[in-house]
């Protein structure tokens, strides 16, 4: 029974999540996320006490996910620290490409819920955003980089606005610009060590 209803959960956030990312989460009623999902509305308030909840349930699973992601393709950039941190943006670009692409979900999220700072997906997306920029900030440390945490913060800065800059012309190639900015801020911060 467990299982069956860990299962139900998932594929509620499933559905929430491919409806949220398409058409944002104020267009989306809870009606539509229980059709998506194949279930009646009570089972899905069954799993979650309101929207907001599911809201932050959504992003809350694209967390590792992301930060996989980003791992991997650092990882699968060749050359050094510099051109790795412009891989990342590279395939984001790459990503904003594809016809499906909607920004970064848990940006488009906290510009939907502006006005509720204490909202549970706003703290879900400032999470996720911290952890980030800890993970750069790690491998910055790893490098013995002078000022890790803040040249962390200077990237997911780029990266963050070149998300928003994508989104609004449409242009991967912002991200691309960005990508060039945080690896020369990289190099000069290995300079300097």
């Not at 510009?111 to 491998?139: D, F, R, S, T, Y």
């Amino acid at each position: 029974m467990a299982k069956s209803a860990s299962d139900t959960r998932e594929r509620i956030v499933a559905a929430a999540a491919k409806l949220f990312y398409s058409e944002g989460i104020r267009a989306v009623s809870v009606d539509a996320v229980a059709e998506k999902a194949d279930v009646t509305k009570r089972t899905l308030y069954y799993h979650f006490d309101s929207k907001d909840d599911l809201i932050a349930a959504y992003l809350e699973t694209r967390d590792q996910p992301n930060l996989a992601a980003y791992r991997r393709w650092f990882a699968e950039t060749d050359g050094d620290l510099a051109a790795k941190v412009k891989g990342i943006f590279d395939n984001l670009a790459r990503s904003a490409r594809h016809p499906k692409w909607r920004g970064c979900g848990y940006l488009r999220t906290s510009a939907e819920l502006a006005n509720m700072p204490g909202h549970p997906a706003i703290k879900v997306g400032a999470a996720h955003k911290k952890n980030v920029e800890q993970w750069l900030a790690a491998l910055f440390e790893e490098q013995h980089l002078v000022e890790a945490p803040k040249l962390a913060r200077q990237v997911v800065l780029l990266l963050d606005g070149s998300f928003a800059a994508v989104l609004l012309h449409r242009d991967p190639t912002y991200m691309e610009t960005a990508g060039e900015a945080a690896a020369a801020l990289v190099t000069a911060a290995s300079k300097d060590k």
